[in-house]
T-cell receptor, first 114, second 110 residues
Framework: EAGVAQSPRYKIIEKRQSVAFWCNPI?????LYWYQQILGQGPKLLIQ????????DSQLPKDRFSAERLKGVDSTLKIQPAKLEDSAVYLC????????????FGSGTRLTVV | QKEVEQDPGPLSVPEGAIVSLNCTYS??????FMWYRQYSRKGPELLMY????GNKEDGRFTAQVDKSSKYISLFIRDSQPSDSATYLC??????????FGTGTSLTVIP
């Protein structure tokens, strides 16, 4: 079974620039999550999709972050404009059922905002 | 007060040592308790999960939950250099919302 694919692996941008991350979940996984992991902290949920609908985006800073999951498969997360405090690893995860049963993370995209 | 508290370490032990990793929590609604392992530049991977108070063993790993004290532990016996990673505790509430600890960095020295 192929894992959760994310790209790019690394990105360095200047503050106020925009950036986009891409995620391809495990085939057949209906639920997709984007997490932000700041250095030295645990992952923090940004947004959860069920198929192509948003289930929870309560912690997504909507003034600058946006995410979409077209056709219920791939997803993109965008930041515009980026701030220094957005420097973090952005993790995508997917699951096929209850999170406890099969919740697979990708390797993440490491974003540095300078 | 954070929902989940975890000692960040870092923890450095010799190969073969017994390692104890701990988390405390404040929310009585948490129903599942998990331990994730995260290697450098990789995403977290699920090691073990438990539902009730008590112990659950899987090879060299033992997860322990004490709901009365709101305290969970992960024990690693006969630690190996390949166990060097960051260990994250995580808890799932009744709404399937995850709450992660900050992670403990472990280095096992050969």
């Amino acid at each position: 079974e192929a894992g959760v694919a994310q790209s790019p692996r690394y990105k360095i941008i200047e503050k106020r620039q925009s950036v986009a991350f891409w995620c391809n979940p495990i085939s057949g996984h209906a639920t997709l999550y984007w997490y932000q992991q700041i250095l030295g902290q645990g992952p923090k949920l940004l947004i959860q999709f069920q198929n192509n609908g948003v289930v929870d985006d309560s912690q997504l800073p909507k003034d600058r972050f946006s995410a979409e999951r077209l056709k219920g498969v791939d997803s993109t997360l965008k930041i515009q404009p980026a701030k220094l405090e957005d420097s973090a690893v952005y993790l995508c995860a997917s699951s096929s059922g209850p999170p406890i049963l099969g919740y697979t993370f990708g390797s993440g995209t490491r974003l540095t905002v300078v | 007060q954070k929902e989940v508290e975890q000692d960040p370490g870092p923890l450095s032990v010799p190969e073969g040592a017994i390692v104890s990793l701990n988390c405390t929590y404040s929310n009585s609604a948490f129903q599942y308790f998990m331990w994730y392992r995260q290697y450098s530049r990789k995403g977290p991977e699920l090691l073990m999960y438990t539902y009730s108070s008590g112990n659950k063993e899987d090879g060299r790993f033992t997860a322990q939950v004490d709901k009365s004290s709101k305290y969970i532990s992960l024990f690693i016996r006969d630690s190996q250099p390949s166990d060097s990673a960051t260990y994250l505790c995580a808890m799932l509430d009744t709404g399937n919302q995850f709450y992660f600890g900050t992670g403990t960095s472990l280095t096992v020295i050969p």
